[in-house]
């Protein structure tokens, strides 16, 4: 009953009381003008007398209505209308203030209450923007991830070098977080020392002004040395403790926020990978330590296939592709037959081959063709040697022969003849880029050297002169 009796009291301060009053209002003033113009008999405005007061009245009755018109009804509507645009262009911090309980007084507060839940929504979708951007840079840091492991994991099973899987590993790590500084400390297997072994990025030349790329490491020794002994990775940035450890740190290395990452591999320390920046109030993601942790794996399974590798080889004696011993065996024999020759006194020869443009030849014709030429080449060798010689293939398009109890004079009758069968054989081709050749180069104990290493060096330098004079020829002095 009490809301029914406030609902008539709100209609009864409406626009249509209002309209009625001003209404009333107006007709009155109009009634009494024209009763006074056209009087009746019995009217009281028989007499015109008072003309301009009763005017004036019916004037300020109308003035008055109209007054009353803007006030209460168009302004408002103007007022709500201004508003509206304000807020239909964006500032939503607008809010409508009448005072009013008409109808007007309803639209003013139905535009705020509407005002304020366009408000709460644009904030909530601006929380959820802001989420949905903070998922999406997540998603990319995965995929970035998966890419960068990818590269690697790639080079790892195509056999790439050591140091290229290392360059590709850092130029990854420093763009997964935008970092400013890549470093890369691994053990010397020779000296057993932590070093410095490769720098990127942006404060790389503030790193080595610095000296740090003598960094030598000790295990348990400051944050770098904790962290290797420890085994564990460590995270610097703004949630760190700020401990003595880490602030020395940090000025050593010029970094505000750090993640040091161990290398293992079988529980065995092979280094860290430091990846850092200067940026303020900076907090690594659970995404950004995981690719660096997964990074040093793969770093770690690269040092130990390249040190597989290079134990494989050391133990090998043949090479894959041409059947002839490699250049481990070649030098070692070398050494052996010169410590035989001075012993008895006798000679032995050296003689180092060199295709002359081969590079050029692969390029044109591809790495199956370069294959091919150095099988016939190994064929030949094999052909035109003793029992007792040795013949080898020294490094990508060179060859070598030792010759116990040989001369100079004979190692080079041997040297040319061979030289002269593979021009004969490449000369039958009838694409005249196919037509190759080789130059040799000898050396002989003890005249120019009584080692293996002064024999070989030897050979090369003779090698290199041949080859500036153009090649196809066998020469024994520079």
């Given at each position: 009953m009490k809301q029914k009796s406030k609902w008539i009291s709100l209609r009864l301060k409406g626009l249509r009381h209002e309209l009625?009053?001003?209404?009333?209002?107006?007709?009155?003033?109009?009634?009494?003008?024209?009763?006074?113009l056209f009087p009746a008999k019995s009217s009281p405005f028989e007499l015109r007398t008072y003309l301009p007061y009763i005017a004036g009245?019916?004037?300020?009755?109308?003035?008055l209505a109209f007054f009353w018109i803007k006030q209460m009804m168009i302004n408002p509507v103007i007022k709500i209308s201004n508003e509206a645009k304000r807020i239909a262009d964006g500032d939503y911090t607008r809010q409508i203030e009448l005072g009013r309980?008409?109808?007007?007084?309803?639209l003013g507060e139905a535009l705020n209450r509407m005002t304020a839940r366009i408000k709460e929504n644009m904030e909530e979708l601006k929380v959820f923007s802001e989420k949905t951007e903070a998922i999406n840079e997540e998603t990319n840091k995965r995929i970035l991830s998966l890419s960068s492991l990818l590269q690697i994991s790639n080079l790892i099973s195509g056999n790439a070098k050591l140091d290229e899987i290392i360059e590709a590993s850092m130029e990854r790590c420093l763009l997964?977080?935008?970092m400013a500084l890549g470093c890369l400390i691994l053990k010397d297997r020779q000296t057993n020392e932590f070093a410095v072994k490769a720098v990127h990025g942006a404060q790389k030349n503030e790193f080595a002004a610095k000296g740090i790329g003598s960094l030598r490491l000790k295990l348990g020794e400051g944050l770098l040395g904790r962290a290797m002994l420890k085994q564990e990775s460590i995270i610097l940035d703004k949630n760190s403790k700020g401990t003595s450890e880490e602030k020395s740190?940090?000025?050593?290395?010029?970094?505000k926020n750090a993640v040091i990452v161990p290398i293992i591999s079988r529980e065995k320390i092979h280094g860290l990978l430091i990846a850092g920046n200067n940026k303020e109030n900076f907090l690594f993601s659970s995404a950004d330590v995981e690719l660096y942790e997964l990074l040093s794996k793969q770093l770690a399974i690269a040092i130990e296939n390249?040190?597989?590798?290079?134990?494989?080889?050391?133990l090998e004696i043949i090479d894959s592709l041409t059947g002839l011993y490699n250049n481990t065996f070649i030098q070692e024999r070398l050494a052996e037959e010169i410590r035989r020759a001075i012993g008895f006194q006798r000679p032995c020869a050296f003689v180092l081959f060199a295709v002359d443009r081969f590079e050029e030849y692969r390029n044109a014709f591809g790495q199956i063709a370069g294959e091919n030429v150095l099988n016939k080449i190994s064929s030949i060798l094999k052909e035109n040697i003793?029992?007792?010689d040795k013949a080898a293939r020294f490094s990508d398009h060179e060859f070598a022969l030792v010759l116990p109890e040989r001369n100079k004079r004979q190692a080079i009758e041997i040297a040319d003849q061979i030289r002269k069968k593979i021009e004969y054989i490449f000369s039958e081709e009838k694409d005249g880029k196919k037509n190759l050749t080789i130059t040799g180069a000898i050396s002989e104990n003890p005249v120019d050297g009584i080692t293996a290493s002064e024999l070989i060096n030897k050979a090369r330098d003779i090698l290199e002169s041949a080859k500036k004079q153009g090649g196809n020829k066998i020469s024994y002095k520079t």
């Amino acid at each position: 009953m009490k809301q029914k009796s406030k609902w008539i009291s709100l209609r009864l301060k409406g626009l249509r009381h209002e309209l009625i009053f001003v209404f009333a209002l107006v007709m009155v003033a109009v009634l009494v003008f024209l009763g006074y113009l056209f009087p009746a008999k019995s009217s009281p405005f028989e007499l015109r007398t008072y003309l301009p007061y009763i005017a004036g009245l019916a004037i300020f009755m109308i003035i008055l209505a109209f007054f009353w018109i803007k006030q209460m009804m168009i302004n408002p509507v103007i007022k709500i209308s201004n508003e509206a645009k304000r807020i239909a262009d964006g500032d939503y911090t607008r809010q409508i203030e009448l005072g009013r309980e008409d109808e007007i007084g309803e639209l003013g507060e139905a535009l705020n209450r509407m005002t304020a839940r366009i408000k709460e929504n644009m904030e909530e979708l601006k929380v959820f923007s802001e989420k949905t951007e903070a998922i999406n840079e997540e998603t990319n840091k995965r995929i970035l991830s998966l890419s960068s492991l990818l590269q690697i994991s790639n080079l790892i099973s195509g056999n790439a070098k050591l140091d290229e899987i290392i360059e590709a590993s850092m130029e990854r790590c420093l763009l997964a977080g935008k970092m400013a500084l890549g470093c890369l400390i691994l053990k010397d297997r020779q000296t057993n020392e932590f070093a410095v072994k490769a720098v990127h990025g942006a404060q790389k030349n503030e790193f080595a002004a610095k000296g740090i790329g003598s960094l030598r490491l000790k295990l348990g020794e400051g944050l770098l040395g904790r962290a290797m002994l420890k085994q564990e990775s460590i995270i610097l940035d703004k949630n760190s403790k700020g401990t003595s450890e880490e602030k020395s740190f940090r000025e050593q290395f010029s970094l505000k926020n750090a993640v040091i990452v161990p290398i293992i591999s079988r529980e065995k320390i092979h280094g860290l990978l430091i990846a850092g920046n200067n940026k303020e109030n900076f907090l690594f993601s659970s995404a950004d330590v995981e690719l660096y942790e997964l990074l040093s794996k793969q770093l770690a399974i690269a040092i130990e296939n390249a040190f597989l590798a290079t134990k494989v080889e050391k133990l090998e004696i043949i090479d894959s592709l041409t059947g002839l011993y490699n250049n481990t065996f070649i030098q070692e024999r070398l050494a052996e037959e010169i410590r035989r020759a001075i012993g008895f006194q006798r000679p032995c020869a050296f003689v180092l081959f060199a295709v002359d443009r081969f590079e050029e030849y692969r390029n044109a014709f591809g790495q199956i063709a370069g294959e091919n030429v150095l099988n016939k080449i190994s064929s030949i060798l094999k052909e035109n040697i003793s029992e007792v010689d040795k013949a080898a293939r020294f490094s990508d398009h060179e060859f070598a022969l030792v010759l116990p109890e040989r001369n100079k004079r004979q190692a080079i009758e041997i040297a040319d003849q061979i030289r002269k069968k593979i021009e004969y054989i490449f000369s039958e081709e009838k694409d005249g880029k196919k037509n190759l050749t080789i130059t040799g180069a000898i050396s002989e104990n003890p005249v120019d050297g009584i080692t293996a290493s002064e024999l070989i060096n030897k050979a090369r330098d003779i090698l290199e002169s041949a080859k500036k004079q153009g090649g196809n020829k066998i020469s024994y002095k520079t």
